[in-house]
Antibody
Framework: QVQLVESGGGVVQPRGSLRVSCVAS????????MHWVRQAPGKGLEWVAL????????QYADSVKGRFTISRDNSKNTLYLQMDSLRAEDSAIYFC????????????????WGQGTLVTVSS | QSTLTQPPSVSGSPGQSVSISCTGT?????????VSWYQQPPGTAPKLILY???DRPSGVPDRFSGSKSGNTASLTISGLQAEDESDYYC??????????FGGGTKLTVL
């Protein structure tokens, strides 16, 4: 069955950097687009970024554009989110989520989610 | 990015039906039939329960149904059960090629 396991969260100072990872199993990782979605404590969901199945297209929310970079290593079945210039408002649980269709970026939903990794930006 | 508008809370008794609305704009909910709903019990990951407005993933009971009119989508849960108590989020693909979620609705089963 599909499994997505995030790691790499922790406490980082404002203006610092952190990279979180998501290891995928149970499906052909290299055939599906992948997303990062975050949730601040006690708040709603916020889409962060998409990467196409082959890494050739990346899209970002305005709130993170220019500071965050999504990437993937299909040989390791792993998705990454490099977060730079972190702010207090970036504190959240970061979930990786899978697109539902092969080789297609524009599905409206996410069919599987990881359990998330908590990132706290604080001095 | 703006969020879709959901009521903060709804409630109902076992066996009753409840509906949760999700209001967006002509650039998201009204633009495509790519509205989805997620169930998220506290401390867990979101779980997809409806997609493309009305479609259910396998394993989701048919007590969960969806609809859309203009810029507003709705989730209806019929035959309410105690296990349905959870947070619910709507989501939509947008005309900008991004994704947006609602602020979430807490469902209480009385």
């Amino acid at each position: 069955q599909v499994q997505l396991v995030e790691s790499g969260g922790g406490v980082v100072q404002p203006r610092g950097s952190l990279r979180v990872s998501c290891v995928a199993s149970g499906f052909t990782f290299s055939s599906f687009g992948m997303h990062w979605v975050r949730q601040a404590p006690g708040k709603g969901l916020e889409w962060v970024a998409l990467i196409r199945y082959d890494g050739t297209k990346k899209q970002y929310a305005d709130s993170v554009k220019g500071r965050f970079t999504i990437s993937r290593d299909n040989s390791k079945n792993t998705l990454y989110l490099q977060m730079d210039s972190l702010r207090a408002e970036d504190s959240a649980i970061y979930f990786c989520a899978k697109s539902p269709r092969y080789y297609y970026d524009s599905s409206g939903h996410f069919d599987h989610w990881g359990q998330g990794t908590l990132v706290t930006v604080s001095s | 990015q703006s969020t879709l508008t959901q009521p903060p809370s709804v409630s109902g008794s076992p066996g009753q039906s409840v509906s949760i609305s999700c209001t967006g704009t002509s650039g998201d909910v009204g633009y495509y039939n790519r509205v989805s709903w997620y169930q998220q019990p506290p401390g867990t990951a979101p779980k997809l329960i409806l997609y493309d407005v009305t479609d259910r993933p396998s394993g989701v009971p048919d007590r969960f149904s969806g609809s859309k009119s203009g810029n507003t989508a709705s989730l209806t849960i019929s035959g309410l059960q105690a296990e349905d108590e959870s947070d619910y989020y709507c989501g939509s693909y947008t005309s900008r090629g991004t994704w947006v979620f609602g602020g979430g609705t807490k469902l209480t089963v009385l």
